[in-house]
């Protein structure tokens, strides 16, 4: 009798079975913009389209005043005859006192006083004209 001899492999493992990866994006139940419920169990961010337009304004928004920022601010660099000195950040702006009352938070007015620059008044009544690119204190001031 013959003896015949068969290649016994190993048994193959057998895969578990994968479990479902979770969502990367999380479910959420409330609407970022306005607060309310989210009604269906799907990957939303906003209750409805109104809530979503409103939001992404919102950030086009801050984007749209950074880009504008950047771009003011290579344009004050340069200076010009027409322009004026800001004696806080040293740039050149043809309206001083609007850039210092958003750039810098304060008024036009304190920002004279601070700065000693003459303060603007009404030639009509006064009858003289009042130089503005003067920069010595009002009397009085020291």
């Known amino acids: ?6 290649d016994i ?5 057998i895969k578990e079975p994968r479990k479902p990866k979770e969502p990367k994006i999380k479910i959420q139940k409330y609407c970022k ?5 989210i009604l269906e169990d799907r990957f939303r961010n906003f209750c ?13 928004v ?16 340069v200076p010009d005859e027409k322009k004026t000195k800001c004696l806080v950040c040293g740039n050149w702006y043809t309206q001083v006192g609007a850039h210092v009352h958003q750039r810098h938070g304060l008024a036009a ?9 003459v303060i603007k008044r009404n030639r009509k009544k006064s009858g003289k004209i ?13």
Do not use: H, W
């Open 9 to 13: 492999e190993e048994p193959k493992k």
């Open 109 to 117: 007015r304190l920002y004279r006083k601070k700065y000693g620059i």
């Open 33 to 37: 913009q306005c607060g309310g419920m």
């Open 130 to 142: 009042v130089d503005r690119t003067t920069l010595t204190p009002p009397a009085g001031a020291l």
């Open 62 to 77: 801050k984007q749209n005043l950074q880009r504008q920022r950047i771009s003011r601010d290579k344009i004050a660099s």
């Open 48 to 60: 409805g389209g109104k809530c979503r337009m409103k939001y992404y304004n919102k950030l086009r």
């Open 1 to 6: 009798m013959e003896t015949i001899y068969f």
